[in-house]
């Protein structure tokens, strides 16, 4: 379970998150929605323990990201398109973060085959494309076999077999009892994928409902997610 209790965030005299607090539950997909600049990321990288919150509290199972024993093992996290080693392939990537970790070599090959990149385990990763760096970094994040699982914009660069893909395997996650906190953007995605969402306007929780309570007759989430953030977008078209 995570937990965030007022937790705030600000850069100089803006504050990007303000007392945030709401409970993500294993068990379900949670979607975490907001326009560009709404502080997801910032949120996310506060959870875990890689930006330090001004005030307020963000915990994995009742603990701060950096004072969990044993970190792969009980989350997940992809934050942005993983960073790999020029000379590494995929394989050689998975392993040497495997043997950091004290996880099994065994694992690298499960991760490889659920993440669907076994074909291209043995070339560079530095040379894949976006989708296929999303793929390992998502590898990555399975390799310790977590309860915990944070994803930010998973599907970029994903091609419609990668979408269906994740879906799939999140819903696969959830059903296991894990939990699944995963921003994006794609609002008919998160429509298919998510059982409860958070959505987040300016660094201010607008909604923490479930899906179906957002969800509109014909399925979309648009006209609720409009409406939510109508006075929260920053970067938006003149009209
Ligand atoms: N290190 C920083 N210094 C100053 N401002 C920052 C810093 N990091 C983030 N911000 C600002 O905080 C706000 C929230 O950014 P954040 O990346 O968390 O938003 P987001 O919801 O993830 O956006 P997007 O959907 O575009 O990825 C933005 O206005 C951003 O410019």
Not at 39 to 47: A, N, Q, V
Not at 83 to 93: C, F, G, M, Y
Not at 195 to 211: E, K, S, T, Y
Request: hydrophobic share 40%.
């Amino acid at each position: 379970m995570i937990q965030l209790d007022r937790l705030t965030k600000r850069h100089g005299g803006t504050t990007v998150v303000h007392e945030l607090s709401c409970t993500v539950l294993p068990g379900r997909v949670t979607g975490f929605l907001g326009p560009n600049g709404a502080g997801k990321s910032t949120t996310l990288r506060m959870l875990l323990g890689l930006t330090r919150p001004t005030s307020g509290r963000a915990t994995i199972g009742g603990r701060h990201y950096p004072d969990l024993p044993d970190p792969l093992r009980r989350v997940g996290a992809l934050l942005e398109a993983t960073p790999v080693h020029q000379e590494r392939t995929a394989r050689q990537h998975l392993r040497a973060l495997a043997h950091t970790h004290g996880l099994p070599d065994s694992r690298v090959g499960q991760v490889l085959a659920l993440a669907g990149i076994s074909a291209a385990a043995d070339r560079h990763a530095c040379r894949f494309s976006l989708g296929m760096r999303q793929r390992l970094g998502i590898a990555a994040a399975l390799l310790g076999d977590p309860a915990v699982l944070v994803l930010d914009e998973p599907t970029n660069g994903l091609d419609p077999d990668g979408v269906h893909w994740l879906r799939l395997l999140l819903h696969e996650l959830a059903a296991q009892g894990r939990t699944v906190l995963v921003s994006s953007h794609l609002l008919s995605e998160m429509a298919l994928t998510a059982h409860h969402l958070l959505i987040l306007g300016r660094g201010r929780l607008l909604a923490d409902a479930p899906l179906t309570d957002l969800r509109a007759a014909d399925g979309s989430l648009e006209p609720a997610y409009l409406a939510l953030t109508r006075n929260s977008v920053e970067f938006g078209a003149v009209r």
